[in-house]
Structure formats: C-alpha cells, structure tokens
C-alpha cells in the first residue's frame, strides 16, 4: 500500500523528485509534495491539508509549455507574498507552488519536460 504522499508510477516513468511544496488551490495553500517525473507533475497534499479540502492534482509535462517563478504579490493565505514556483499549462491555467529554491525547481522540471535528466 502506498503512503498518503507517495506516488504510483505508470510503466517507464521515472520520478525525479520529490518537493516539499504547499499547493495553492482556491486561492488557499495546501502543505503537501510535488513530484516531478518524466511524464507529469503530481501534487499530493498531506492527511492535514486533505482534511481542510486540499486534494491531488496532476498536470501532464506534454501540457506544460511554460514554467517560471511568479513575483511576489500581497496575498496572505494564497502565499503570494513569496516567490512561487508558476506552472503554466496549454489551456491556459495556471498553478502556483511553494517550493524551496523556485529558480531551481523550474530549472528542474524545464529539464525533465525537454528530457534531458538522466533516467
């Protein structure tokens, strides 16, 4: 059985890493982890936040043609005041994380969207 926070694996994908991160969803920050792997990006939220209504998200590396760090705004419980880790998909959406080093966690997943980590 797999724990609240660990993620399944298709066949062939590869994980990454393994972030600490708070998702913002619904203009609210969720502690959890975000997983980068060779074909998607996971957020899964930890038991607490799962209670107070954060829940899983995926967001497939092929939908995702832009990632960068958003400036700091002065949203509290959006956690705006600190550099986000901002995923922009295809259709448009976008989705905030807070990560240690943004600059760095965008680097990787710009890596593992082009391919370019070791397997």
Not at 82 to 106: N, Q
């Amino acid at each position: 059985m797999l724990a609240s926070e660990d993620v399944e694996l298709l066949p062939g994908e590869v994980l990454f890493a393994r972030l600490p991160a708070n998702g913002v969803q619904g203009g609210r920050a969720f502690g959890g982890r975000l997983h980068v792997t060779s074909r998607r990006l996971v957020f899964v939220p930890v038991s607490a936040s799962q209670a107070r209504g954060g829940s899983r998200s995926e967001i497939p590396l092929g939908e995702v043609p832009a990632v960068d760090v958003a400036p700091r705004g002065l949203g509290v419980s959006d956690a705006s005041m600190r550099r986000r880790l901002r995923v922009t998909t295809r259709s448009g959406d976008v989705r905030y994380f807070v990560v240690w080093r943004p600059r760095k966690a965008a680097a990787l997943i710009e890596r593992a969207r082009s391919g370019t980590l070791p397997s």
